[in-house]
């Protein structure tokens, strides 16, 4: 069973609980449900009427910036994940395809404007670290090249290395592929967010998942920083 640890660092960021849940037996090739598909395009269609400074200016999206400001990272270079993705879904013309599991938390981040971490359990070694990295390292994103790690950046990070990076880029070592199995979802949230929204956020896609793997076993956990 992997360790789950909270570093009381996070706490001058406005962090001091993190939601995850654990999903056993999932199937990224499984085909999606009919109505996680309707509600899919339903997102799809919002994220391409909307105004991005709206979205910048939502409660939400606006805790995650200050997070970044206070890590001293450009919003420019750095935005956070939700106007990034309708960024991206704004400039294809239609939300992006990857898998099915994928898919659903896609989809709940438009629908709740939360950054979700999603990442392979089984690559994962020993234990998930959620912290200020407080030393300059290096992080590799998915499909990118290396990233210098500021000592001021929050990531998180197994005996191996670091998983998500400023809560905007996860990484390319634990990511999921045609062969997961089991999964882990990450919401750490932000001063604007609550431990019951970021719960609720999970329990949407426990229940996407669960319309097209009827064999996934989901499970969350809040994890509380120590003072």
């Given at each position: 069973?992997i360790?789950?640890?909270?570093?009381?660092?996070?706490?001058?960021?406005?962090?001091?609980?993190?939601?995850?849940?654990?999903?056993?037996?999932?199937?990224?090739?499984?085909?999606?449900?009919?109505s996680?598909?309707?509600?899919?395009?339903?997102?799809?269609?919002?994220?391409?009427?909307?105004d991005?400074?709206?979205?910048?200016?939502?409660?939400?999206?606006?805790?995650?910036?200050?997070?970044?400001?206070?890590?001293?990272?450009?919003?420019?270079?750095?935005?956070?994940?939700?106007?990034a993705?309708?960024?991206?879904?704004?400039?294809?013309?239609?939300?992006?395809?990857i898998?099915?599991?994928?898919?659903?938390?896609?989809?709940?981040?438009?629908?709740?404007?939360?950054?979700?971490?999603?990442?392979?359990?089984?690559?994962?070694?020993?234990y998930?670290?959620?912290?200020?990295?407080?030393?300059?390292?290096?992080?590799?994103?998915?499909?990118?090249?290396?990233?210098?790690?500021?000592?001021?950046?929050?990531?998180?990070r197994?005996?191996?290395?670091?998983?998500?990076?400023?809560?905007?880029?996860?990484?390319?070592?634990?990511?999921?592929?045609?062969?997961?199995?089991?999964?882990?979802?990450?919401?750490?949230?932000?001063?604007?967010?609550?431990?019951?929204?970021?719960?609720?956020?999970?329990?949407?896609?426990?229940?996407?998942?669960?319309?097209?793997?009827?064999?996934?076993?989901?499970?969350?956990?809040?994890?509380?920083?120590?003072?």
């Amino acid at each position: 069973m992997i360790e789950f640890r909270i570093d009381s660092s996070l706490t001058a960021l406005g962090i001091d609980s993190i939601v995850i849940a654990i999903a056993k037996n999932v199937d990224p090739t499984a085909p999606l449900s009919e109505s996680f598909l309707k509600k899919q395009k339903e997102m799809e269609g919002r994220a391409l009427e909307c105004d991005i400074n709206d979205v910048m200016n939502h409660p939400v999206i606006q805790g995650y910036t200050d997070m970044l400001k206070s890590a001293g990272r450009s919003m420019k270079k750095n935005p956070p994940t939700v106007p990034a993705l309708i960024r991206n879904i704004q400039h294809r013309g239609s939300i992006p395809h990857i898998n099915s599991v994928i898919d659903i938390y896609n989809v709940e981040s438009l629908q709740s404007m939360l950054a979700i971490g999603g990442h392979d359990l089984d690559k994962i070694t020993d234990y998930i670290e959620f912290t200020v990295n407080k030393e300059e390292g290096v992080f590799l994103p998915i499909l990118s090249t290396e990233k210098h790690v500021a000592e001021t950046d929050y990531v998180y990070r197994d005996a191996k290395g670091i998983l998500a990076w400023l809560d905007v880029r996860d990484g390319e070592n634990y990511k999921f592929d045609d062969s997961t199995k089991n999964a882990v979802f990450v919401i750490q949230g932000n001063s604007n967010t609550s431990v019951e929204y970021r719960l609720e956020a999970l329990k949407h896609i426990g229940e996407d998942l669960a319309e097209c793997m009827p064999g996934v076993e989901f499970e969350t956990f809040v994890l509380t920083a120590m003072p």
